[in-house]
Nanobody, 121 residues
Framework: QVQLVESGGGLVQPGGSLRLSCAAS????????MGWYRQAPGKQRELVAV???????RYSDSVKGRFTISRDNAKNTVYLQMNSLKPEDTAVYYC???????????????WGQGTQVTVSS
């Protein structure tokens, strides 16, 4: 069983930055692909970024060039650095994990509780 706890959300002005963190329990963290989804009010959940155990990454077109996903296997933590934030980035961001560890097939088995990100002036 993997438990995920997100932190780092909050209110930021357009153009600003935030870094989300996700701490995972369990010694198997290093072999899982990790990712971030987000869901805005009235919209479908969207896959934002994925990182495999080996560090390969994939991003949605909407965040490419602005967001960076990374992981520290020694700390069982995955990060999402968000720069040049826009109002349309406002959403609840969810950390997740997938034991398949496949960059092109990401189907999470585990989810965090979510952290709110609000981009507004």
């Amino acid at each position: 069983q993997v438990q995920l706890v997100e932190s780092g959300g909050g209110l930021v002005q357009p153009g600003g930055s935030l870094r989300l963190s996700c701490a995972a329990s369990g010694s198997i963290f290093s072999i899982y692909a990790m990712g971030w989804y987000r869901q805005a009010p009235g919209k479908q959940r969207e896959l934002v970024a994925v990182i495999t155990s080996g560090g390969r990454t994939r991003y949605s077109d909407s965040v490419k060039g602005r967001f960076t996903i990374s992981r520290d296997n020694a700390k069982n933590t995955v990060y999402l650095q968000m720069n040049s934030l826009k109002p349309e980035d406002t959403a609840v961001y969810y950390c997740n994990a997938d034991h398949h560890n496949n960059l092109n097939y990401y189907s999470p088995n585990y989810w965090g509780q979510g952290t709110q990100v609000t981009v507004s002036s």
